[in-house]
């Protein structure tokens, strides 16, 4: 059950876009379509903002989108802005019906 | 509304166990399959277990298999986490997590968290 992987940090400039990846296996992320993506803002809880490797929760900006390719999920943010700033997680359901989360990724707005 | 609230959490001696619990309201909770998962000061969120929406499931963390048994009542509206023999690596802020996906990780609603502390 290793970590999938993630880049420590990105940084983007208000209104560009940014993407953000996470790369498995083909036991997780490469074998199932259970990719999730959570925003998490310091001090609080993760919040869920793409399913199913790229499904929006409800009430989610259409300014956040998700993709994968062989064993790489990848979220992308659009038209950056500041409450955006956070720390950035992905998921995925594995082969052993068990859960792995990557190490997280700092989104930076400058 | 949909709310899940955590509490059990405290300092703890290494080598002690201790007994989470998460009061679901909001929702009918015996419909879902429910996750544990924490998160070490400064550090990322880590899987630690999940289970189905009956009980009739369960699976862990490598990390913690053993040591670690989720649980719930479904007439109480409640999910527990037992953790055994604690150890200093234990040391985390605990959610508990609604899947709307019965194992996938659609993790839509978490509660706010409780802290655990092992410490001597």
């Known amino acids: 059950q290793s970590a999938l992987t993630q880049p420590a940090s990105v940084s983007g400039s208000s209104g560009q876009s940014i993407t953000i990846s996470c790369t498995g296996t083909s036991s997780d992320v490469g074998g199932h379509n259970y990719v999730s993506w959570y925003q998490q803002h310091p001090g609080k809880a993760p919040k869920l903002m793409i399913y199913?490797?790229?499904d929006r929760l409800s009430g989610v900006s259409n300014r956040f989108s998700g993709s994968k390719s062989g064993n790489t999920a990848s979220l992308t943010i659009s038209g950056l802005q500041a409450e955006d700033e956070a720390d950035y997680y992905c998921s995925s359901y594995t082969s052993s019906s068990t859960l792995v989360f990557g190490g997280g990724t700092k989104l930076t707005v400058l | 509304q949909v709310q899940l609230v955590e509490s059990g959490g405290g300092v703890v001696q290494p080598g002690r166990s201790l007994r989470l619990s998460c009061a679901a309201s909001?929702?009918?909770?015996?419909?879902?399959?429910m996750h544990w998962v924490r998160q070490a000061p400064g550090k990322g969120l880590e899987w630690v277990a999940l289970i189905w929406y009956d009980g009739s499931k369960k699976y862990y963390a490598d990390s913690v298999k053993g040591r670690v048994t989720i649980s719930r009542d479904n007439s109480k509206n409640t999910l527990y986490l037992q953790i055994n023999s604690l150890r200093v690596e234990d040391t985390a802020v605990y959610y508990c997590a609604r899947d709307l996906s019965s194992g996938g990780g659609r993790n839509d609603c978490w509660g706010q968290g409780i802290l655990v502390t092992v410490s001597s």
């Open positions: 199913d490797v790229s």
């Open positions: 909001g929702f009918t909770f015996s419909s879902y399959a």
